[in-house]
């Protein structure tokens, strides 16, 4: 009586890459993102108009109509009040100077935005997927639109994506303290865009 021998099985083993090399992926990966959004800008031109409302938002909060502003307006206030912090850093008068500091806005955003997109394809895929998913996110047009047109999806894309890999800890972990850090990051990507209450839901 023949004994089958049991199949081989195929032991995966796990990434092990220390934490100064995952910031210096991160670091370069920025770089990139900075460039390519850089080429971006100067060989694309804005199409849509959905941002100039967000710029003459924040306008409207910059001169005291805070009511008016929050309330009254169509769009959720994140991508606006970052319009104001980064105008008030950038400085100048005029239109030209607020829409520079929402296009510098979305290219920060997107830049920043390259950290958690990391963390959460190597939560999801490993170490070795973890840049491939950066780079592919990154060179994707849609993104240099987003900046070019400076939309709101920007600002709601980076909180949103922080709190889905937080959602993605507490899954795995089934920590508490992971669940009030994705809860937070989705209260925030919803003051982004309307989407972001699907997260904390």
């Known amino acids: 009586m023949d004994v089958a021998s049991p199949?081989?099985?195929?032991?995966?083993?796990?990434d092990v890459v220390g934490p100064a090399r995952h910031a210096w992926r991160m670091f370069l990966l920025m770089a990139v993102a900075a460039l390519f959004l850089q080429w971006t800008l100067r060989h694309s031109e804005a199409r849509l108009r959905d941002g100039l409302r967000s710029i003459e938002l924040a306008?409207?909060?910059d001169a005291g109509a805070?009511?008016?502003?929050?309330?009254?307006?169509?769009d959720h206030p994140l991508h606006p009040l970052g319009i104001v912090a980064m105008h008030r850093l950038?400085?100048?008068?005029?239109?030209?100077?607020?829409?520079?500091?929402?296009?510098?806005?979305?290219?920060?955003?997107v830049v920043l935005l390259v950290v958690p997109v990391y963390l959460l394809?190597?939560?999801?895929?490993?170490d070795r997927a973890a840049w491939l998913?950066?780079?592919?996110?990154v060179v994707n047009p849609v993104v240099g639109s987003v900046v070019v047109n400076v939309l709101s999806e920007s600002t709601f894309l980076l909180f949103w994506t922080w709190g889905l890999w937080a959602s993605?800890?507490?899954?795995?972990?089934?920590?508490f303290s992971w669940l009030p850090l994705a809860v937070g990051f989705g209260a925030l990507a919803y003051l982004g865009r309307p989407e972001g209450l699907l997260l904390p839901a």
């Open 133 to 137: 998913g950066c780079i592919l996110f």
């Open 121 to 126: 394809t190597r939560e999801l895929f490993g």
């Open 66 to 74: 805070w009511r008016d502003g929050l309330v009254g307006g169509m």
């Open 168 to 175: 993605v800890r507490f899954l795995r972990e089934g920590r």
């Open 90 to 109: 950038v400085g100048g008068e005029g239109p030209e100077w607020w829409e520079r500091a929402a296009v510098a806005l979305g290219f920060a955003s």
């Open 7 to 14: 199949e081989p099985v195929l032991m995966i083993e796990p």
């Open 59 to 61: 306008r409207q909060l």
